[in-house]
């Protein structure tokens, strides 16, 4: 293990000696555990807490409780319109920061089955890591948390901070509870800094930590003709071309340059910062072989950004389907009388759905007011700035832990319902994804790499000393 950067600013080097100290020995016993742990976490696996059996999610809150409190925390299952919440809490040093990290403890349905090497729950070990559904998705990953809580009241009294812990029993169907729970809750959950750890680490192998994610609207736009659909040559040219009226309306919304369009949606959109720019292109990300990789003589628009900024720092409109008309064999000179355009945009940060569904509205009722938009589904995004003071203790703590600088990821490009804890508890967030790139989670033989989860374990026990350390 490399010594840490001490980068000037907490303590002196004897303060600094006393706490690499201390953690070699949480260290030491972590890997002293590791059997216990594996079985401990084969033991939770082995309970199919699928998402929409409640029986099973019942017991595995139950578990879950008898397991957290064992470990010294204060603990409570609590019910939510859908499956129960484990929140567990222990604070005991009221001058010191809190850390909350959340997790879930739902998974999703094994299906298909018979794709999987050993039972989904029955976990097995082979080739330094345990395969099972959940292992890395998400048992694994907030386990090692729960263990680097252990293993740091193991070799202290107490932990060097405070430390909430709010595991989600129905994150694989969208945590539709989540946001009105943590609402409801603000001052139990009061606390510094949220932390999570779920996904992969970064595509090159690479740690790295997760400043935010973009946020989402999806939905379908359609256009009706006449009441049925017509023969093109007695018809065509009078009666109105839904599939030509959404084709002009789409073609209004982006440009063949990759600038979207549509008015107002993108006003709001900042520029990434200097620190976000530097981050977004130390990632690694190789422009031919991402061609090679899909297949494709050249990347969307536009050319001149690097592939991290375009997938974190920008908005984009994607046309999920375009439906109407004939599809079939040979050919059907007729004129259809209904399309569809399935459509998602990714909001960045700055943005809201509100905005962005007004700007989507406004542009519509303007272009072609005889479209119809249906809303689908939306998400806020979400970002904690790379220079958030916490920044630099989180990067840190696994830096020790890992023996290696992590990378700063400024967003992701998918949506993850993060702006629960930016915007309505309002405070930081970070990503801190603990498994293996090939997890294959959500798909047979889901698995977490043995090493993966132990480094998990003591990057867990690292953060909440650093945090420790942020009087
Ligand atoms: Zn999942």
């Not at 405070?427 to 994804?433: H, K, L, Q, R």
Request: glycine letters at 10%.
């Amino acid at each position: 293990m490399r010594a840490a950067d001490d980068g000037g600013g907490t303590g002196s080097a004897g303060a600094q000696n006393k706490r690499e100290g201390g953690l070699g020995r949480v260290f030491d016993y972590i890997e002293a555990h590791r059997d216990d742990s594996l079985r401990r976490l084969a033991d939770y696996v082995a309970r199919p807490s699928i998402s929409d059996r409640a029986t099973e999610v019942a017991a595995t809150a139950g578990y879950l409780k008898e397991v957290i409190s064992k470990i010294g925390m204060d603990v409570e299952v609590i019910s939510t319109a859908g499956n129960p919440v484990v929140v567990a809490e222990r604070r005991r040093r009221p001058e010191r920061p809190t850390v909350l990290i959340y997790g879930h403890y739902d998974v999703q349905p094994p299906d298909p089955i018979e794709r999987w090497t050993t039972p989904p729950f029955e976990p097995a070990v082979r080739d330094g890591r345990i395969f099972g559904r959940g292992t890395a998705d998400n048992k694994g990953q907030h386990l090692a948390h729960l263990l680097g809580i252990e293993a740091l009241l193991a070799c202290d009294q107490e932990l060097p901070c405070n430390v909430v812990v709010l595991l989600d029993g129905e994150e694989e169907a969208g945590s539709p509870n989540l946001a009105g729970f943590v609402a409801e809750n603000r001052e139990r959950l009061a606390c510094d800094l949220v932390v999570w750890s779920d996904g992969p680490v970064h595509s090159s192998g690479r740690s790295c930590v997760l400043f935010g994610v973009r946020g989402m609207i999806a939905f379908d736009l359609r256009a009706s003709g006449a009441n049925r659909t017509l023969h093109s040559g007695n018809w065509g040219g009078v009666a109105p071309n839904p599939l030509w009226t959404l084709v002009h309306l789409l073609a209004s919304m982006k440009s063949s340059s990759g600038a979207i369009t549509i008015d107002g949606l993108s006003d709001d959109v900042v520029a990434p910062t200097q620190a976000e720019r530097a981050a977004l292109e130390a990632l690694p990300g190789d422009i031919e072989a991402t061609k090679r990789d899909l297949g494709v003589g050249h990347l969307d628009e536009p050319a001149e950004r690097g592939l991290a900024e375009r997938l974190a720092a920008w908005p984009t409109f994607t046309i999920n389907g375009l439906h109407g008309g004939y599809g079939g064999a040979g050919s059907q000179t007729s004129l259809p009388h209904e399309a569809v355009a399935k459509c998602d945009i990714r909001l960045v940060e700055a943005q809201s759905t509100a905005g962005a569904w007004a700007a989507i509205e406004a542009h519509v009722g303007r272009v072609a007011p005889e479209v119809e938009l249906i809303r689908r589904g939306a998400m806020e995004p979400s970002k904690t700035p790379l220079e958030h003071p916490l920044a630099r203790p989180v990067a840190k703590a696994v830096a020790v832990a890992q023996g290696r600088e992590p990378l700063l990821v400024p967003a992701l490009g998918g949506s993850l319902p993060d702006y629960v804890w930016t915007k309505v508890l309002g405070v930081p967030s970070f990503g801190i994804p603990f498994a293996n790139v090939d997890e294959a989670n959500h798909a047979p033989d889901e698995n977490l790499d043995l090493e993966h989860f132990f480094l998990g374990v003591k990057t867990a026990a690292s953060l909440l000393a650093h945090i420790g350390d942020e009087r």
